[in-house]
């Protein structure tokens, strides 16, 4: 066994989030020399299930082990004919990981560090197209490069998210989104705190917005502060002028 391959492969695995477990079988299956082999593993994320199929094949004189791609199925409830698919391919050990492919398969958005076809490094946001598929019925890659002018810390900056206010939140909280995840995070309104949970929208340079539920809300509620000071604003200034009309109207009432 050519031990160099194997601890090569074990370490994509480890970042791409299949963790170690899938480790002893690696071993065997390269031990044996197979000409390609399938190691299968199921994750679980937000309460739900997802199944991957890991495809490692030969080289030509069986000396090198390539992991080239993986499939991912979110298994449906009632109906297998519904099961959600998709198949993500690996170059040098690298690429859409075990989180990140559930978060795409959610109709997340997922940013990752690219390389063109000069071998250029660029960073991008992906997603997931539904209306676009290949002959074999895979979803194709939507990309929003960094020059379509998305930046996800603009858009949550100075809505009120408490997370931006200290620079270790900030940094955990913007990871998190750029991973794909919906994040949860906390807004002060009206004197109390409220949770609610985001995610990262390129395609239309803002954000999705849900209650504590995960139920989609209109992203208005936390994007137009500025709407809710200004009518603030207009309400206190109506109510000062209406004050002296109401003090002429008490003093009316006690000289009767």
Do not use: C
């Not at 997370?163 to 900030?170: A, C, F, L, R």
């Amino acid at each position: 066994m050519n031990t160099e391959n194997a601890e090569f492969l074990k370490k994509s695995l480890l970042n791409l989030g299949f963790g170690e477990s899938l480790n002893a079988d690696l071993e065997k299956q390269i031990a044996a020399r197979s000409p390609e082999f399938n190691l299968q593993t199921r994750h679980e994320f937000n309460q739900k299930a997802i199944d991957y199929t890991l495809h490692f094949k030969a080289g030509d004189n069986h000396e090198m082990y390539f992991f080239n791609k993986y499939d991912a199925n979110i298994p449906h409830q009632n109906d297998p004919a519904k099961d959600l698919k998709q198949s993500f391919f690996i170059n040098k050990g690298s690429g859409i990981t075990a989180k990140e492919a559930f978060n795409l398969m959610e109709g997340r958005a997922v940013h990752k560090q690219l390389y063109n076809l000069e071998g250029q490094k660029y960073q991008a946001w992906v997603a997931l197209d539904k209306d676009n598929l290949t002959e074999k019925g895979n979803m194709k890659l939507k990309h929003y490069h960094e020059n379509y002018g998305f930046d996800v810390k603009k858009v949550i900056s100075g809505i009120g998210i408490k997370e931006m206010d200290n620079p270790q939140s900030q940094e955990n909280l913007l990871r998190s989104l750029k991973k794909g995840n919906a994040q949860q995070v906390t807004v002060a309104e009206d004197g109390k705190d409220t949770k609610y949970y985001i995610a990262a929208n390129p395609q239309f340079k803002t954000i999705d917005l849900y209650d504590d539920s995960m139920k989609k809300i209109k992203r208005e509620l936390l994007l137009e502060p500025e709407s809710k000071t200004n009518k603030k604003l207009q309400q206190s200034e109506q109510a000062k002028e209406d004050l002296p009309a109401k003090k002429q109207t008490r003093k009316k009432g006690m000289s009767v």
